[in-house]
C-alpha cells in the first residue's frame, strides 16, 4: 500500500449509523479512527487521538461544528471535512471562512467521503512548494528524499520525522505530537529519543548540503524553516 493512504481519522457525528458506516470504509481503505458523539468531547478527543485529519458534523449535541472547526485551526495545519445536512449550508460557511479543506453533503455515498479524505490527506502532505525550491523532494511512495538530488539516507523513523515537519515548515510540533506520528504502534518512547532521531536527521541533512532546516522551539519542541 502506498504510504500516503494511510493515516488516523477522527470522526465527530452524532448520527451512530452514520458514523459506523464512515468507519466500516474507512478501515476497508486503510486508516484507523476514531469516534465520537459530543461536540464537547471534540478538543480533547482531538488532543489525545492526534488525527491526521477530522471528518467534523456541522449540527452536534452540546458543540457545534463550526465553533470546533474555529478552535481546531489553532492548532495548526489539521485538515479538516465538513459534513452537513443541507447544500445551503455549504454556502454560508465559505462565506464565513472557517477553514475547512473541504465540505460534503449529507446524504453522501461513504466511497465519496474516502475520496475526498484521500485527495486532502494527499494535498496536505505534498511538500509545499517554498520547500520543493529549495531542492527538498520527498517520495511518499518509495519513503525516499533528496536534497538537490542527493539522496538522504534515512531510517524509517526519520523519514517520518522529516515528512512531518516538512509538511507545515514554521509550524512547531511538540515532542510528543511527533513521538505519536512516528511509531504506529504507539510504543512508548521517550523525549531523548526523539531529540535524538532529529540530532542524526539534521546531520544527513547537513551532509548532503542542506541548510539547517530543522530549528528547535525552546521548551516546546520543534519546527521546520527553510
Ligand atoms: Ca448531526
Redesign the pocket.
Known amino acids: 500500500m502506498m504510504q500516503d493512504v494511510s493515516g488516523h481519522i477522527l470522526i465527530v ?3 451512530p449509523r452514520l458514523a459506523a458506516v464512515l468507519g466500516e470504509y474507512l478501515q476497508a481503505a486503510g486508516y484507523t479512527h476514531h469516534w465520537i458523539d459530543d461536540g464537547a468531547l471534540a478538543l480533547e478527543a482531538f488532543r489525545t487521538q492526534v488525527p491526521d485529519l477530522v471528518l467534523l ?4 449535541p452540546n458543540r457545534d461544528g463550526l465553533d470546533i472547526c474555529r478552535d481546531l485551526q489553532r492548532f495548526g495545519a489539521v485538515p479538516v471535512i465538513m459534513m452537513t ?1 443541507r447544500a445551503s449550508e455549504i454556502d454560508r460557511l465559505l462565506g464565513l471562512k472557517i477553514g475547512a479543506d473541504d465540505y460534503i453533503c449529507k446524504p453522501f455515498s461513504p466511497r465519496e467521503v474516502i475520496a475526498r479524505v484521500h485527495a486532502v490527506l494527499r494535498r496536505h502532505r505534498q511538500v509545499p512548494g517554498s520547500m520543493a525550491a529549495r531542492g527538498l523532494l520527498i517520495d511518499e511512495a518509495a519513503c525516499r528524499a533528496s536534497v538537490d538530488g542527493r539522496p538522504l539516507d534515512l531510517t524509517q523513523v526519520e523519514f517520518r520525522l522529516l515528512r512531518t515537519l516538512a509538511a507545515s515548515p514554521g509550524r512547531v510540533y511538540s515532542r510528543e505530537h511527533l513521538m505519536e506520528r512516528l511509531y504506529a504502534d504507539h510504543r512508548i518512547v521517550t523525549d531523548r529519543a526523539v531529540d535524538s532521531h532529529i540530532k542524526n536527521l539534521r546531520r544527513k541533512l547537513v551532509e548532503v548540503g542542506a541548510g539547517d532546516w530543522i530549528r528547535s522551539v525552546y521548551g516546546v519542541g520543534y519546527r521546520f524553516e527553510a
Open positions: 457525528e452524532d448520527e458534523d456541522l449540527m452536534l445536512a
